[in-house]
């Protein structure tokens, strides 16, 4: 890619499947806060938007926080169609 500095630049998305049907990407530098909810559902606050997402309140902490925090995915091509997507780890207290 470019120098570290470039890098820097770009901002950084995390995108959820949101409560209601549809997707969010979703900045983490600009999350204020992040409160669980009913259901299998979490609210992230930022910027003055509430946005409903779905994944617990630590699925969703996990992936809004520091990349080296989250589970490392395995190349789409080795993994069966019945896992691609998102890997989930629950953080132990």
Do not use: C, W
């Amino acid at each position: 890619m470019g120098s570290a500095a470039e890098e820097a630049l770009l901002a950084r998305l995390v995108v959820f499947k949101k409560g209601g049907g549809g997707k969010v990407a979703i900045n983490p530098e600009l999350v204020t806060y992040v409160r669980s909810a009913a259901g299998a559902f979490t609210d992230v606050f930022f910027d003055g938007h509430q946005v409903a997402v779905e994944g617990t309140f630590e699925e969703t902490v996990t992936l809004l926080s520091l990349p080296d925090r989250r589970v490392p995915q395995p190349p789409v091509a080795a993994a069966p169609d019945a896992q691609r997507g998102l890997t989930f780890k629950r953080l132990e207290g």
